[in-house]
Every structure is written in structure tokens, then in C-alpha cells.
Nanobody, 123 residues
Framework: QVQLVESGGNSVQAGGSLRLSCAASIIYGRYCMAWFRQAPGKEREGVGVMYLIDGSTGYGDSVKGRFTISRDNAKNTLYLQMNTLKPEDTAMYYC?????????????????WGQGTQVTVSS
């Protein structure tokens, strides 16, 4: 059973930084782990993804250059470092993992989800 638990959400001012964590039961193998976010009244948006077999990453256009995904294999934890935060980054952030297949930013491609952690950015 794959379990994902996010933490690290908080309220920050615009221009600040946060690091989110996703503790997972497994963080290796031919799987993709991704971060998504959902703001009130909006669809869930893919933020970034890591292919666990080689650590390669990809990001959505709205966060490229500001957000970075990394991991700590010893702690079975995936991270999302968020810099230069903007009010439009305010959302519930989720981590997710797929069963197999190409790493994408489509939520329908992911089978396991955490409960989410709230990020609020004030101007």
C-alpha cells in the first residue's frame, strides 16, 4: 500500500519561500511522483514531477525557475522547494504517485494521493 503524507504548508508573504515535504512508503522504482495544487474554484494543476528511477524532473510553466523538486532517499521523502512565491501560488498542494507509465502533469495519470497541505501567499 502506497501512503503519501504532505507537510510544510504555511502562510507567507509574496517573495518568500517554503519547502513542502511528502513522506512516502516507497520513493524508488520505475514510478513518477508529482506535485499538484488546487486553488478554490479552480482545477487541479500539475506543478512538477520526478521520475524516481533517475531523478529527472519537469515543471509546469507557471512555476518553472521558481520551484524545485528533490528527494531524500534515506528518509523516503520528496520535497518541493518554492521560491519567489506569488499570491497566485496560494492553493492546497498535493503529492501523488503513479503505477506505471510516462511522467506527466495530468492528474488522471496518478493513482495515489496525499491529503494535501495548504499554502497561502499574501501580497
Amino acid at each position: 500500500q502506497v501512503q503519501l503524507v504532505e507537510s510544510g504548508g504555511n502562510s507567507v508573504q509574496a517573495g518568500g519561500s517554503l519547502r513542502l515535504s511528502c513522506a512516502a512508503s516507497i520513493i524508488y522504482g520505475r514510478y513518477c511522483m508529482a506535485w499538484f495544487r488546487q486553488a478554490p474554484g479552480k482545477e487541479r494543476e500539475g506543478v512538477g514531477v520526478m521520475y524516481l528511477i533517475d531523478g529527472s524532473t519537469g515543471y509546469g510553466d507557471s512555476v518553472k525557475g521558481r520551484f524545485t523538486i528533490s528527494r531524500d532517499n534515506a528518509k523516503n521523502t520528496l520535497y518541493l522547494q518554492m521560491n519567489t512565491l506569488k499570491p497566485e501560488d496560494t492553493a492546497m498542494y498535493y503529492c501523488a504517485r503513479n503505477w506505471f507509465g510516462t511522467c506527466t502533469l495530468r492528474q488522471s495519470d496518478y493513482n495515489y494521493w496525499g491529503q494535501g497541505t495548504q499554502v497561502t501567499v499574501s501580497s
